[in-house]
């Protein structure tokens, strides 16, 4: 089945900085992968996702890229702010199954 | 807010005993999922229903079932309870039965087994 391997485990950036997660995946026939943030108390909240028929997706302060060949993925936060602190997840899943894998979860802090 | 909710939030009870949790997608919505969160499992699949029948399945152990009613709701029953079952429940809903369906989370159930 899918295995999805998430880096780093924790992140400290300024805030202003940007900060990038890492996520790789095994299962080549994986097709779509969203990013989830869950914030204290809170259930995931997918912020962005990209699908594999493309490389790269921006909204406004987020960006995810994705390496088919390599399989691996990244979310790239820009001018990053205090708020943006939480738990980030990756996943990933293919067409046919809807069982996805999510990763191990990157704690994201922003000091202000 | 999601528009996905979850009762109840908070769960205390004995092991051996059984509970239910009980999940409303959003308005709209026809497919539910169910997620265990644990510190040494990650966020974990459980099962899938779309309109009423199961979808799909992942590790949800026997000990576990759940159902979808004709109002859309769903309840995820544990019974037998351990230990190791103390965990966030998450339910998510989607429009449509995926995959690659956005997937909306609700607030999730603390589940803690003494």
């Known amino acids: 089945g899918e295995n999805v391997e998430q880096h780093p485990s924790t992140l400290s950036v300024q805030e202003g900085d940007s900060a990038v997660i890492k996520c790789t995946y095994s299962d080549s026939a994986s097709n779509y992968f969203p990013w989830y943030k869950q914030e204290l108390g809170k259930g995931p909240q997918l912020i962005i996702d990209i699908r594999s028929n493309v490389g790269e997706k921006k909204d406004q302060r987020i960006a995810v890229t994705l390496n088919k060949t390599a399989k691996h993925f990244s979310l790239h936060i820009t001018e990053t702010q205090p708020e943006d602190s939480a738990v980030y997840f990756c996943?990933?899943?293919?067409?046919?199954?809807?069982?996805?894998?999510f990763g191990a979860g990157t704690r994201l802090t922003v000091k202000p | 807010d999601s528009g996905v909710t979850q009762t109840p939030k908070h769960l205390i009870t004995a092991t051996g005993q059984r509970v239910t949790l009980r999940c409303s997608p959003r308005s709209g919505d026809l497919s539910v999922y169910w997620y265990q969160q644990s510190l040494d499992q990650g966020l974990q699949f459980l099962i899938q229903?779309?309109?009423?029948?199961?979808?799909a399945k992942g590790n949800i152990l026997e000990r576990f079932s759940a159902q979808q009613f004709p109002d859309l709701h769903s309840e995820l029953n544990l019974s037998s309870l351990e230990l190791g079952d103390s965990a966030l429940y998450f339910c998510a809903s989607s429009e449509s039965p995926g995959p690659g369906e956005t997937q909306y989370f609700g607030p999730g159930t603390r589940l803690l087994v003494l």
């Open positions: 229903y779309y309109n009423g029948e199961e979808r």
């Open positions: 996943a990933a899943t293919r067409n046919n199954n809807n069982d996805m894998r």
